[in-house]
């Protein structure tokens, strides 16, 4: 084998050198900045000065006198049926967005009907609220559903809980929580025309109630003040004698009836006694 090198061929050298990298220009990085900047600027005005367009950017805190406008609306709107206002409840544990815990609402208000008149109340409910909450009354799996919304992305719902009962509901939805919420209720004296049903019932009277407000459309508040009257069952016969006229609702286990201006409600479905009266708007 012959040691010699063809003429025109150069032996393999390694692979070839790559080329020189090249940084962005002076111009492009420039823009960069410059648009990052532009960026941040209007986030920060946009924060400041534009309205909630989601959810998300408005809080608790700010969400919550919207809930307690919107029940003191459906209060207006039931009329001169029996009804009373629910605690409100915070449920915390929701998530904002994947990185960040909220809390949401709820403000519910009861109303007592007889048999047979659930759908005929939402309707009725529905037909009262101002007209640009688009509420409706709908069939569900589960009976007739009442649904608006109250602005600001606060939900309103209405349905059958029970017969008889229907619960209306304004939810908040998934809030930043900021706020002890109770921390915004307002405190109020006590209610006599609770003593005197709870005097008759042959429960002791006195004891300091249980209070819910919330505002009316037109000013000052709805108001139901409640206690739990001991142990269930129980006649409720003793306080026909109050009502001034026919009562509102007249069974075995719920009687409701009209003292002036308040609406008393003694519930003997549960365990205990619950005896409410109601101011409304």
């Known amino acids: 084998m012959s040691g010699a090198v063809q003429a025109g061929w150069a032996p393999p050298t390694g692979p ?104 005929a109340l939402l309707e009725a409910i529905a037909g009262r609220l101002p007209a640009d909450w688009r509420a409706g009354v709908h069939p569900s799996s589960n009976g007739p559903r009442l649904r608006a ?27 930043p929580d900021d706020v002890e919420y109770a921390t915004l209720l307002p405190g109020y004296p006590g209610e006599p025309t609770l003593d005197e049903a709870l005097r008759a019932l042959g429960r002791p009277a006195g004891t300091p109630p249980e209070q819910v407000v919330a505002p009316c459309p037109g000013g000052g508040v709805a108001r139901t003040a409640w206690v739990a009257a001991g142990p269930a069952p129980v006649s409720l016969a003793g306080l026909k004698p109050l009502a001034a006229g026919v009562a509102v609702v007249d069974t075995p286990e719920v009687y409701a009836y009209r003292r002036g201006a308040v609406v008393v409600l003694a519930d003997a479905t549960g365990e205990q006694v619950r005896v409410s009266a109601s101011t409304g708007c």
């Open 16 to 119: 070839p050198e790559p080329a020189p990298t090249r940084g962005w220009p002076r111009w492009l990085l420039a823009a960069t900045v410059l648009w990052a900047v532009l960026l941040g600027a209007l986030t920060w005005w946009s924060v400041r000065h534009d309205p909630p367009t989601v959810r998300e950017q408005r809080t608790l805190a700010e969400a919550g006198p919207v809930v307690d406008r919107a029940l003191g609306q459906l209060v207006a709107a039931t009329g001169d049926g029996a009804w009373e206002l629910a605690a409100p409840r915070l449920d915390r544990g929701c998530r904002v967005t994947p990185m960040d815990d909220g809390a949401t609402l709820v403000r519910d208000l009861d109303v007592v009907v007889a048999d047979g008149g659930e759908r």
């Open 149 to 175: 919304d109250a602005g600001e992305f606060v939900a309103v719902q209405g349905r059958v809980v029970s017969p008889g009962r229907v619960r209306l509901t304004a939810d908040s939805g998934c809030r």
